[in-house]
């Protein structure tokens, strides 16, 4: 399915989000308060652009891992165009099984991806893993609101506007019926929290944003 929608992924970031999700992805790098020296992963990397940021805002190494091939060939073209491949590599892996050395990787962020890891707990043992005691996490993934007239206008845009213009843009007809699915069927922003104190990390915060349809998650490992 991500492979199916990977020529039109970007563009529909922006145009479901009206441009938001570029001011999501600043605030989740800026909560890593990158020095210049972190080694960065970004897990289900997507077409990159959280790995581009990254890389932009001063990481010294960025690896960019996903599970759809289709994507990381556009997340390719995308690092080739801004003359990043120095600092960004790409990599395909599943992210309950990540290719990666133990304690490797001074911070890790995943944006609006960690749902649609079939094993969440699993994913966050990985983290738990790659990251160095002291490591840095920031996690970006919708939620559905909780104000009533947020959470009803959400909801109305969230499953009957988006998914017509996903699959009139994509031309896909189940990508963007999974979208709103996924987001349901996934754990609130209290529980995936405590999944991440149960996998270790410490210093877990939720943080709302833009009303509450997407929470940033910020975490550290413990020394």
């Known amino acids: 399915m991500f492979d199916a929608i990977a020529a039109k992924y970007d563009l529909l970031n922006h145009l479901l989000s009206v441009g938001i999700d570029r001011r999501w992805r600043r605030r989740a790098v800026r909560s890593l308060a990158l020095t210049g020296r972190e080694r ?14 990254a890389s932009q805002a001063g990481a010294r190494r960025v690896v960019g891992i996903d599970f759809a091939g ?13 003359r990043l491949e120095e600092s960004v590599r790409l990599v395909r892996g599943d992210a309950t099984h990540i290719p990666l050395a133990n304690s490797c990787a001074d911070a ?6 960690i749902r649609n890891v079939a094993d969440t707990a699993a994913a966050c043992r990985e983290i738990h893993r790659v990251l160095m005691p002291g490591g840095k996490l920031a ?21 009957r506007v988006l998914p017509r213009i996903g699959r009139l843009v994509s031309r896909h007809n189940a990508a963007y019926a999974y979208l709103p699915a996924s987001v349901r069927a996934f754990a609130t922003p209290d529980e995936f ?5 149960q996998t270790g990390f410490a210093e877990v915060a939720a943080n709302r944003l833009t009303l509450g349809i ?10």
């Open 193 to 197: 929290a405590a999944v991440l104190r």
């Open 214 to 223: 997407v929470y940033l998650f910020t975490a550290r490992k413990g020394a």
């Open 70 to 82: 289709g994507m990381l060939r556009l997340a390719l073209e995308k690092v080739r165009r801004r």
């Open 108 to 113: 890790l962020t995943v944006a609006f991806g």
């Open 40 to 53: 960065v992963i970004d897990l289900c990397t997507g077409t990159a652009d959280l790995a581009v940021a």
């Open 139 to 159: 996690v970006l993934e919708f939620a559905v609101p909780t104000t009533p007239i947020v959470r009803y206008a959400y909801l109305w845009y969230f499953n």
